[in-house]
């Protein structure tokens, strides 16, 4: 698209110049600028020659220009469309796996924050017996 730009830019600058230096109306236009004494008089011819000429060179070239832009957006909606689906769908399955694997740590915590827990209220139970067997010994002495 840039080339494409770059291109019209330097087609219509090359027109120009060629518009002035060749052709019936080249020679018109050098005609007009010989009648002229003043610089600023011979530009003007040149700048409204030189916008007529881009006229209708911008005419020429948007319909091409609009077929690019439209092809471009085309490809754009198709391929995007094509690997975002594409991208969902594996971002999804992504999400499952890790959905699968935080529940299978969760339940081996959980359990063995359980096996802990046990652990730790039998141990409990031991020393509070141990405690009790002895504060009562001492207080039947």
């Known amino acids: 698209m840039f080339k494409l730009l770059k291109n019209a830019f330097l087609f ?3 027109a120009i110049l060629g518009m002035l230096f060749s ?5 018109n236009i050098r005609k007009k600028m010989k009648q002229k004494k003043s610089n600023e008089d ?3 011819i040149v700048a ?3 916008k007529a000429m881009a006229t209708n ?3 020429t070239i948007k319909g091409p220009l609009k077929k690019a832009g439209e092809a471009v957006r085309k490809d754009i909606e198709k391929y995007g469309n094509e690997y975002g689906k594409e991208a969902k769908s594996k971002i999804d399955g992504w999400k499952k796996q890790a959905t699968k694997e935080i529940e299978k740590d969760i339940k081996k915590a959980k359990s063995e924050i ?3 827990t ?3 209220k039998s141990r409990t139970k031991k020393k509070v017996s141990a405690v009790k067997k002895t504060v009562t010994k001492k207080l039947k002495k």
Do not use: M, Q
């Open 12 to 14: 219509s600058g090359g």
């Open 23 to 27: 052709t019936k109306d080249g020679s």
């Open 42 to 44: 011979k530009a003007e």
């Open 48 to 50: 409204e020659e030189a």
């Open 57 to 59: 060179f911008w005419n």
């Open 114 to 116: 359980k096996k802990a």
């Open 118 to 120: 046990k652990k730790a």
